[in-house]
């Protein structure tokens, strides 16, 4: 029964919902696991996972060629906890032997992969590359959610979102000159009442780093007067801190460090959390760490207690450079955030692909997907292809070959390959390697995984910021902790609009974390919950949320909002832990041993950086794809 004040939020609202395109109705327990029904369902399941991936688990997807494929899908999630659970251990007598045989096999379509594979065309363009993805469209965590909102086409980030501008160098990593992006960029102005506002054009920078430039409110709920602009100049004293916080912060955000950079301090910060860094050794109140937390969080997964305190260095944080000394140089965002990029990559590989050839094409260009995996094509991507298997065969240099399992369409299929990327993360990797060696085993123990859930909101309008004079907001207590709107990137003399009566998408980033329990425990913790939450009730957290922080400025989750898309990433980061850069009592740091290839599989991964961003990706997809080139070509 709808409630009074469920029709207050708005959650009897058919447009909410009118996007359902996934039909799934996966109750994912041991019962349905291990039941049969499927070409590979002999085996017999021993986990038992009673999560209920439903179509109010998934929920809406939007429109376009995204719709279908928004954070982890539920059959995705179905059979990853299948291979955790050692399903795929012994079917491969199972498996539809199809007889194809690749040069490279990639395993993952992400920036890693979609740069192994490119690296690999660029030096071998005779050679036969296949990309596996286990999702049913390419880029990873690099997607977008889009919108129709009273006939305005409005988009917002999947997960990957912003990128630098490199120089020109017209070496192998300069990508933006290889798959002919531009370097510069406009973006729109707001217009109405909104004129003059400073609103940011992704999603991280105004959160520390260049807050100073935009309108930015902190939320302080239960405080007579809740917000509060230019916290850290004019308004730190309007803030509900005392006096010893307030001047904690002053302290914190005037250090400047960077002439005591050295490898004996890089080692020494990769040996302590970041949390003991600003507590122990900065004498910082907890509450200063608390503060820090999501948004340290929001970059690498956890928060200060469970990453060393290297990474707030290497992301330049307040204790480690000074706030008002950081350069003008702002991060840049596609509409859909890095589904952009990932767009261009899969253009270059394919130039039937996508629809167009102008930038706006590739951005927007309807994808052909009848054009991704066919035979004439030296780049071939299958998608809905969950890789459950990796093993070498044969003997001798000349005879070895690496056998890859794949299901695909509740069938198991069978190819091989002459050498292998596996541009895939090491909560799969452990698993589905099957003479993957010992050390690393062990060095893939010592990482740690966390989940994040990012929320696009499409707004009707936003009159109700432009009434605050803010265009983001950090907070506290309740559902996540910041969101922001973005102004819209100019493409083709065309863009999505900035002016307060028309709908724009509001994002939300919003990291699982549980201060004071291990890596491993929040990472756990966090992916039960996103698999525990259903749609609904994410939507009523959500909507109570802007409700709190909005309806005093004429914000009414009614009329207001016209759709909501949750994202959720169970992998979403690699937890850096002490000695995760440079190792710890001696022994060498775990990306390290996991970088080297054994036999034809070589591993590349985003992950092995620690800080996982789409140039970084892109540049372990290359480092495995040439080491193998190397040894086997």
């Known amino acids: 029964m709808v409630t009074r004040f469920d029709k207050e939020l708005g959650l009897d609202k058919a447009i909410t919902r009118r996007d359902f395109v996934y039909g799934s109705s996966l109750i994912l327990s041991g019962a349905v696991i291990g039941s049969s029904g499927g070409a590979y369902s002999q085996p017999k399941s021993n986990g038992n996972y009673s999560f209920d991936l439903s179509s109010d688990w998934y929920g809406p997807g939007g429109i376009g060629d995204y719709s279908g494929s ?95 501008i490199p120089t020109i160098d017209g070496g192998p990593d300069d990508y933006f000159s290889a798959l002919n992006m531009p370097r510069e960029f406009n973006y729109l102005e707001p217009g109405g009442s909104a004129s003059g506002m400073r609103i940011p054009i992704d999603s991280y920078d105004w959160l520390t780093w260049q807050e100073r430039r935009f309108d930015v409110g902190h939320f302080f709920q239960d405080e007579t007067k809740p917000w509060v602009k230019d916290v850290w100049d004019s308004g730190l004293n309007m803030t509900p801190w005392n006096k010893k916080i307030r001047d904690a912060f002053t302290y914190v955000r005037s250090l400047d460090r960077r002439n005591e950079d050295s490898s004996e301090t890089e080692r020494w910060l990769d040996s302590i959390t970041l949390k003991s860094y600003y507590e122990d050794k900065l004498g910082l109140p907890p509450e200063v760490t608390s503060f820090y937390d999501p948004i340290m969080a929001s970059i690498i997964g956890l928060g200060c207690d469970a990453v060393s305190a290297y990474w707030g260095k290497y992301f330049e944080m307040p204790g480690f450079y000074k706030a008002s000394e950081y350069n003008e140089t702002l991060l840049q965002s596609f509409p859909g955030g890095n589904a952009g990029i990932a767009r261009h990559f899969v253009k270059k590989l394919n130039p039937e692909a996508i629809e167009g050839n102008s930038f706006e094409n590739v951005l927007f260009g309807k994808i052909a997907f009848n054009k991704l995996d066919q035979e004439d094509k030296a780049v071939r991507i299958r998608l809905n292809s969950t890789v459950v298997s990796v093993r070498h065969k044969g003997q001798g240099k000349k005879h070895e070959r690496v056998q890859i399992v794949y299901a695909k369409d509740g069938q198991l299929n069978q190819l091989n390959a002459k050498a292998v990327v596996m541009a895939s993360g090491g909560w799969v990797n452990r698993h589905i390697l099957k003479d993957l060696p010992p050390d690393y085993h062990r060095a893939y123990s010592e990482l740690g995984h966390s989940a994040v859930l990012v929320v696009n909101v499409a707004l009707t309008n936003w009159r109700f910021l432009q009434r605050l004079g803010i265009s983001a907001a950090i907070w506290s207590k309740g559902f996540g902790f910041s969101c922001n709107i973005r102004r819209p990137m100019v493409i083709g003399n065309k863009s999505q609009p900035l002016h307060p009566d028309k709908p724009i998408v509001m994002t939300f980033y919003a990291p699982i974390f549980k201060p004071g329990l291990t890596r491993k425990e ?53 937890n850096p832990g002490l000695g995760f850069r440079f190792g710890m009592n001696g022994n060498i740091a775990p990306p390290d041993i996991i970088r080297e290839p054994y036999g034809r599989i070589a591993i590349g991964h985003s992950e092995l950086r620690g800080h996982q961003y789409w140039s970084g990706a892109a540049g372990e997809g290359r480092r495995a794809v040439e080491e193998l080139l190397n040894l086997h070509f």
């Open 522 to 574: 929040q990472g756990v913790m966090g992916r039960a919950e996103i698999l525990g939450t259903s749609f609904s009730d994410y939507e009523r957290q959500i909507r109570e949320q802007m409700t709190i922080m909005f309806s005093d400025s004429g914000f009414d989750p009614v009329k207001d909002i016209a759709g909501i898309i949750l994202n959720r990433w169970g992998h979403a980061y690699v």
């Open 70 to 164: 928004h954070g982890n899908t539920p059959e995705l999630i179905k059979t990853a906890h299948e291979i955790r659970s050692g399903r795929f251990n012994t079917e491969t007598e199972y498996a539809v032997d199809s007889g194809e045989e690749y040069d490279l096999v990639v395993v993952g379509g992400g920036f890693s992969g979609l740069s192994a594979a490119y690296h690999f065309n660029r030096l071998n363009p005779s050679g036969r590359v296949l990309i596996l993805d286990n999702h049913p469209i390419f880029g990873g965590e690099a997607k977008r959610n889009d919108f129709d909102v009273n006939g305005f086409h409005i988009s917002g980030p999947q997960g990957s979102n912003d990128f630098g």
